[in-house]
Protein backbone atom coordinates (compact mmCIF):
# COMPACT_ATOMS: atom_id res chain seq x y z
CA UNK A 1 0.00 0.00 0.00
CA UNK A 2 1.63 3.11 -1.07
CA UNK A 3 2.51 6.14 1.51
CA UNK A 4 0.24 8.48 0.33
CA UNK A 5 -2.91 6.37 1.55
CA UNK A 6 -4.16 8.69 4.14
CA UNK A 7 -8.47 8.77 3.48
CA UNK A 8 -10.15 6.66 5.81
CA UNK A 9 -13.93 5.06 5.08
CA UNK A 10 -15.79 2.81 7.33
CA UNK A 11 -17.54 -0.58 5.76
CA UNK A 12 -18.50 -3.56 6.26
CA UNK A 13 -17.23 -6.60 3.29
CA UNK A 14 -17.21 -9.97 3.18
CA UNK A 15 -13.05 -11.03 1.54
CA UNK A 16 -13.16 -14.43 0.76
CA UNK A 17 -10.10 -15.97 -0.51
CA UNK A 18 -11.61 -18.32 -3.56
CA UNK A 19 -8.70 -20.65 -3.63
CA UNK A 20 -9.34 -21.63 -0.62
CA UNK A 21 -13.02 -20.61 0.13
CA UNK A 22 -11.55 -19.43 3.51
CA UNK A 23 -11.90 -15.19 4.93
CA UNK A 24 -8.71 -13.47 4.10
CA UNK A 25 -8.61 -10.81 6.59
CA UNK A 26 -7.25 -7.69 4.72
CA UNK A 27 -3.98 -6.39 6.29
CA UNK A 28 -3.40 -2.81 6.83
CA UNK A 29 -0.35 -0.78 6.64
CA UNK A 30 0.66 0.04 9.99
CA UNK A 31 2.13 4.04 11.15
CA UNK A 32 -0.19 5.58 8.64
CA UNK A 33 -0.73 9.45 9.07
CA UNK A 34 -4.57 9.54 9.65
CA UNK A 35 -6.64 12.61 8.36
CA UNK A 36 -5.69 14.72 12.02
CA UNK A 37 -4.71 12.85 14.21
CA UNK A 38 -2.04 9.28 14.34
CA UNK A 39 -2.67 5.98 14.73
CA UNK A 40 -0.78 3.10 14.33
CA UNK A 41 -2.97 0.69 13.61
CA UNK A 42 -6.48 0.31 11.69
CA UNK A 43 -9.38 -0.73 14.26
CA UNK A 44 -10.91 -4.28 12.78
CA UNK A 45 -14.21 -5.62 14.51
CA UNK A 46 -14.84 -9.55 13.33
CA UNK A 47 -18.46 -10.31 13.39
CA UNK A 48 -18.96 -13.84 11.35
CA UNK A 49 -17.43 -13.98 7.76
CA UNK A 50 -17.68 -9.80 8.08
CA UNK A 51 -15.07 -7.37 8.97
CA UNK A 52 -16.17 -3.75 10.37
CA UNK A 53 -12.93 -1.97 9.72
CA UNK A 54 -10.99 0.95 8.37
CA UNK A 55 -10.37 1.41 4.51
CA UNK A 56 -7.85 4.28 3.19
CA UNK A 57 -6.84 5.94 -0.16
CA UNK A 58 -5.00 8.28 -1.55
CA UNK A 59 -6.75 11.08 -3.09
CA UNK A 60 -5.66 14.93 -4.37
CA UNK A 61 -7.62 17.30 -5.65
CA UNK A 62 -6.39 20.03 -8.00
CA UNK A 63 -8.59 22.87 -6.05
CA UNK A 64 -7.14 22.16 -2.78
CA UNK A 65 -4.41 25.09 -3.04
CA UNK A 66 -7.46 28.11 -4.02
CA UNK A 67 -9.02 26.67 -0.95
CA UNK A 68 -6.01 26.86 1.30
CA UNK A 69 -5.22 30.34 0.58
CA UNK A 70 -9.01 31.49 0.86
CA UNK A 71 -8.77 29.61 4.76
CA UNK A 72 -5.23 31.50 5.11
CA UNK A 73 -7.49 34.82 5.21
CA UNK A 74 -9.61 33.63 8.17
CA UNK A 75 -7.50 34.60 11.12
CA UNK A 76 -9.99 33.74 13.34
CA UNK A 77 -10.58 30.23 12.18
CA UNK A 78 -8.12 27.72 13.11
CA UNK A 79 -7.97 24.83 10.74
CA UNK A 80 -5.51 22.24 9.51
CA UNK A 81 -4.46 24.07 6.13
CA UNK A 82 -1.47 21.44 5.46
CA UNK A 83 -4.18 18.74 5.21
CA UNK A 84 -4.90 18.33 1.52
CA UNK A 85 -7.60 15.12 2.95
CA UNK A 86 -9.15 17.62 5.24
CA UNK A 87 -9.78 20.11 2.70
CA UNK A 88 -11.09 17.53 0.16
CA UNK A 89 -14.04 16.66 2.46
CA UNK A 90 -15.07 20.19 2.22
CA UNK A 91 -14.73 20.38 -1.28
CA UNK A 92 -16.57 17.61 -2.33
CA UNK A 93 -20.22 18.52 -1.02
CA UNK A 94 -19.36 21.60 -2.83
CA UNK A 95 -18.49 20.76 -6.24
CA UNK A 96 -14.94 21.54 -6.23
CA UNK A 97 -15.65 25.29 -5.90
CA UNK A 98 -13.38 26.48 -3.35
CA UNK A 99 -15.45 29.83 -2.53
CA UNK A 100 -18.31 27.18 -1.83
CA UNK A 101 -16.35 25.18 0.14
CA UNK A 102 -15.03 28.23 2.43
CA UNK A 103 -18.27 29.15 3.14
CA UNK A 104 -19.49 25.29 4.24
CA UNK A 105 -16.36 25.32 6.51
CA UNK A 106 -17.33 28.94 8.16
CA UNK A 107 -21.23 27.64 8.61
CA UNK A 108 -20.00 23.87 9.79
CA UNK A 109 -17.83 25.59 12.67
CA UNK A 110 -20.37 28.63 13.51
CA UNK A 111 -22.77 25.85 14.03
CA UNK A 112 -20.64 24.07 16.50
CA UNK A 113 -20.16 27.86 18.24
CA UNK A 114 -23.66 28.34 18.67
CA UNK A 115 -24.13 24.44 19.68
CA UNK A 116 -21.03 24.15 22.27
CA UNK A 117 -23.25 22.36 24.86
CA UNK A 118 -23.65 19.34 21.87
CA UNK A 119 -20.18 19.45 21.05
CA UNK A 120 -17.86 19.57 24.16
CA UNK A 121 -16.45 17.28 24.27
CA UNK A 122 -17.76 14.75 22.14
CA UNK A 123 -16.62 11.57 21.66
CA UNK A 124 -18.04 8.32 21.29
CA UNK A 125 -16.56 7.12 24.48
CA UNK A 126 -18.37 9.67 26.00
CA UNK A 127 -21.92 8.74 24.15
CA UNK A 128 -21.97 5.14 24.80
CA UNK A 129 -25.39 5.07 26.18
CA UNK A 130 -26.76 6.27 22.86
CA UNK A 131 -25.26 3.54 20.99
CA UNK A 132 -26.22 0.77 23.78
CA UNK A 133 -29.88 1.80 23.58
CA UNK A 134 -29.64 0.68 19.58
CA UNK A 135 -31.55 2.97 18.05
CA UNK A 136 -29.15 4.39 15.69
CA UNK A 137 -27.35 2.63 13.37
CA UNK A 138 -25.78 2.48 9.71
CA UNK A 139 -26.71 -0.20 7.66
CA UNK A 140 -23.35 -2.42 6.44
CA UNK A 141 -24.02 -2.15 2.83
CA UNK A 142 -24.77 1.16 0.64
CA UNK A 143 -28.00 2.20 -1.74
CA UNK A 144 -27.90 1.68 -5.60
CA UNK A 145 -26.60 4.70 -5.98
CA UNK A 146 -23.55 4.62 -3.35
CA UNK A 147 -24.60 6.20 -0.75
CA UNK A 148 -24.50 5.74 3.22
CA UNK A 149 -27.79 4.40 4.65
CA UNK A 150 -28.81 6.01 8.48
CA UNK A 151 -31.38 3.94 10.32
CA UNK A 152 -33.20 5.75 13.40
CA UNK A 153 -35.58 4.27 15.31
CA UNK A 154 -37.69 6.54 17.52
CA UNK A 155 -41.04 5.31 18.23
CA UNK A 156 -41.16 1.74 20.31
CA UNK A 157 -37.30 1.27 20.31
CA UNK A 158 -37.08 4.39 22.22
CA UNK A 159 -37.17 4.51 25.86
CA UNK A 160 -37.35 8.18 26.13
CA UNK A 161 -36.70 7.76 30.42
CA UNK A 162 -33.26 5.95 29.09
CA UNK A 163 -31.85 8.26 26.25
CA UNK A 164 -32.95 12.06 25.40
CA UNK A 165 -33.16 13.71 22.23
CA UNK A 166 -29.80 15.74 22.48
CA UNK A 167 -28.68 12.09 22.88
CA UNK A 168 -29.84 10.82 19.77
CA UNK A 169 -28.55 14.18 18.08
CA UNK A 170 -25.21 13.63 19.31
CA UNK A 171 -25.18 9.99 18.38
CA UNK A 172 -26.13 11.06 14.62
CA UNK A 173 -23.00 13.94 14.53
CA UNK A 174 -20.54 11.19 15.20
CA UNK A 175 -22.11 8.95 12.81
CA UNK A 176 -22.18 12.02 10.13
CA UNK A 177 -18.50 13.08 11.22
CA UNK A 178 -17.41 9.63 10.40
CA UNK A 179 -19.45 9.34 7.10
CA UNK A 180 -17.30 12.71 6.27
CA UNK A 181 -14.21 10.66 6.36
CA UNK A 182 -14.90 8.37 3.65
CA UNK A 183 -14.52 9.36 0.12
CA UNK A 184 -17.50 7.43 -1.45
CA UNK A 185 -19.84 8.98 1.06
CA UNK A 186 -18.29 12.59 0.09
CA UNK A 187 -19.05 11.68 -3.68
CA UNK A 188 -22.19 9.93 -3.38
CA UNK A 189 -23.80 11.19 0.35
CA UNK A 190 -25.97 9.78 2.18
CA UNK A 191 -30.44 8.78 2.85
CA UNK A 192 -31.68 8.68 6.73
CA UNK A 193 -34.28 6.17 7.17
CA UNK A 194 -36.59 7.58 10.28
CA UNK A 195 -38.74 4.57 11.37
CA UNK A 196 -41.46 5.48 13.66
CA UNK A 197 -43.19 2.68 14.26
CA UNK A 198 -45.10 2.47 17.57
CA UNK A 199 -44.34 6.31 18.27
CA UNK A 200 -46.27 7.12 20.78
CA UNK A 201 -48.44 10.57 22.42
CA UNK A 202 -45.87 10.86 25.34
CA UNK A 203 -42.81 10.38 22.87
CA UNK A 204 -44.28 13.14 20.61
CA UNK A 205 -43.99 15.56 23.74
CA UNK A 206 -40.30 15.27 23.97
CA UNK A 207 -39.71 17.33 20.50
CA UNK A 208 -39.30 20.97 20.92
CA UNK A 209 -39.28 23.66 18.34
CA UNK A 210 -35.77 24.26 19.59
CA UNK A 211 -34.55 20.80 19.01
CA UNK A 212 -36.32 20.64 15.26
CA UNK A 213 -34.75 24.04 14.35
CA UNK A 214 -31.48 22.94 15.43
CA UNK A 215 -31.59 19.51 13.19
CA UNK A 216 -33.04 21.86 10.39
CA UNK A 217 -30.09 24.01 10.36
CA UNK A 218 -28.04 21.79 11.07
CA UNK A 219 -29.35 19.07 7.89
CA UNK A 220 -29.57 22.24 5.76
CA UNK A 221 -26.73 24.21 6.47
CA UNK A 222 -23.80 22.70 8.66
CA UNK A 223 -23.36 19.38 7.20
CA UNK A 224 -20.64 19.07 5.06
CA UNK A 225 -22.30 15.62 3.17
CA UNK A 226 -24.73 15.15 0.83
CA UNK A 227 -27.81 14.79 2.44
CA UNK A 228 -29.94 12.71 -0.74
CA UNK A 229 -33.08 11.90 1.00
CA UNK A 230 -35.41 11.65 4.21
CA UNK A 231 -37.51 8.86 4.71
CA UNK A 232 -40.02 8.72 7.17
CA UNK A 233 -41.32 4.99 7.40
CA UNK A 234 -44.31 3.22 10.10
CA UNK A 235 -45.12 7.00 11.21
CA UNK A 236 -48.47 6.85 13.03
CA UNK A 237 -51.81 9.48 12.78
CA UNK A 238 -49.67 12.06 15.44
CA UNK A 239 -46.40 12.14 13.53
CA UNK A 240 -48.23 15.14 12.01
CA UNK A 241 -47.60 16.34 15.08
CA UNK A 242 -44.23 16.15 15.47
CA UNK A 243 -43.19 17.59 11.69
CA UNK A 244 -45.81 20.44 12.08
CA UNK A 245 -42.57 21.21 14.53
CA UNK A 246 -39.76 20.69 11.74
CA UNK A 247 -42.10 22.34 9.02
CA UNK A 248 -41.43 25.82 9.51
CA UNK A 249 -37.75 26.03 9.42
CA UNK A 250 -37.33 23.58 6.01
CA UNK A 251 -36.42 25.81 2.71
CA UNK A 252 -37.73 23.75 -0.39
CA UNK A 253 -34.20 21.97 -1.27
CA UNK A 254 -34.49 19.76 2.02
CA UNK A 255 -38.87 19.58 1.90
CA UNK A 256 -38.82 18.36 -1.21
CA UNK A 257 -35.79 15.57 -0.12
CA UNK A 258 -38.67 14.22 2.76
CA UNK A 259 -40.95 11.46 1.32
CA UNK A 260 -43.26 9.91 3.82
CA UNK A 261 -43.83 5.95 2.82
CA UNK A 262 -45.84 4.55 6.33
CA UNK A 263 -46.27 1.28 5.59
CA UNK A 264 -45.91 1.08 2.15
CA UNK A 265 -42.90 -0.62 1.11
CA UNK A 266 -43.32 -0.78 -2.56
CA UNK A 267 -43.13 3.01 -1.98
CA UNK A 268 -40.24 3.16 -0.09
CA UNK A 269 -38.26 0.59 -2.89
CA UNK A 270 -39.42 3.46 -5.58
CA UNK A 271 -36.62 4.93 -4.58
CA UNK A 272 -34.32 2.08 -2.28
CA UNK A 273 -33.48 -1.11 -4.62
CA UNK A 274 -34.71 -4.27 -2.69
CA UNK A 275 -31.63 -5.59 -2.73
CA UNK A 276 -30.17 -2.66 -0.65
CA UNK A 277 -33.09 -3.22 1.64
CA UNK A 278 -33.21 -5.48 5.14
CA UNK A 279 -36.01 -7.73 5.02
CA UNK A 280 -37.79 -5.36 7.54
CA UNK A 281 -38.49 -2.55 5.00
CA UNK A 282 -39.47 -5.15 2.42
CA UNK A 283 -35.90 -6.29 0.97
CA UNK A 284 -33.87 -9.18 0.21
CA UNK A 285 -30.61 -8.06 1.63
CA UNK A 286 -28.54 -10.93 3.01
CA UNK A 287 -25.97 -9.21 5.76
CA UNK A 288 -26.15 -9.27 9.73
CA UNK A 289 -27.55 -5.88 10.63
CA UNK A 290 -24.93 -4.06 12.92
CA UNK A 291 -26.27 -2.94 16.22
CA UNK A 292 -25.48 0.46 18.21
CA UNK A 293 -23.08 -1.85 20.34
CA UNK A 294 -21.00 -3.05 17.47
CA UNK A 295 -20.06 0.43 15.81
CA UNK A 296 -19.77 1.87 19.56
CA UNK A 297 -16.89 -0.67 20.01
CA UNK A 298 -15.39 0.61 16.48
CA UNK A 299 -16.06 4.24 16.65
CA UNK A 300 -14.72 4.43 20.23
CA UNK A 301 -11.23 2.90 19.19
CA UNK A 302 -10.88 6.34 16.91
CA UNK A 303 -11.73 8.13 20.08
CA UNK A 304 -8.09 10.25 19.31
CA UNK A 305 -9.57 11.32 15.63
CA UNK A 306 -12.45 12.71 16.82
CA UNK A 307 -10.28 14.54 19.58
CA UNK A 308 -7.85 15.81 16.41
CA UNK A 309 -11.50 16.59 14.67
CA UNK A 310 -13.04 18.49 17.83
CA UNK A 311 -9.63 20.58 18.25
CA UNK A 312 -10.16 22.76 15.02
CA UNK A 313 -12.53 25.94 14.37
CA UNK A 314 -13.11 29.26 16.30
CA UNK A 315 -10.30 30.47 18.20
CA UNK A 316 -13.09 33.43 19.42
CA UNK A 317 -16.87 33.39 19.46
CA UNK A 318 -17.98 34.84 16.51
CA UNK A 319 -21.32 36.86 15.38
CA UNK A 320 -24.01 34.51 14.82
Given at each position: ??????????????????????????????????????????????????????????????????????????????????????????????????????????????????????????????????????????????????????????????KTDKVCLDEVFKGCVLFLEAAMLEPETQVCGAIVIFDMDGLSLSQTTKFTPSFAKRIVDWLQDSVPLRIKNIHIVNQPYIFKAVFALFKPFLREKLRNRIIFHGSDRKSLQQYISTKCLPECYGGTLDLPRIDGEQWLELLEKCDNEFKAINSYGYKKKVVL
Amino acid sequence: MPKGIVVMCLRIYRSVDRRTNTIDIHEFEHQLQLQCSEMDEMPTIKLGDYTLQMELEDLKPEAVNELRELLKEEKDLYVPLDNDIWLVRFLRPTKFYPKSALELIKRYYAFKVKHVNMYDGLLPSTERNIFQQNILTVQPNRDQFGRRILIIELGKKWKTDKVCLDEVFKGCVLFLEAAMLEPETQVCGAIVIFDMDGLSLSQTTKFTPSFAKRIVDWLQDSVPLRIKNIHIVNQPYIFKAVFALFKPFLREKLRNRIIFHGSDRKSLQQYISTKCLPECYGGTLDLPRIDGEQWLELLEKCDNEFKAINSYGYKKKVVL
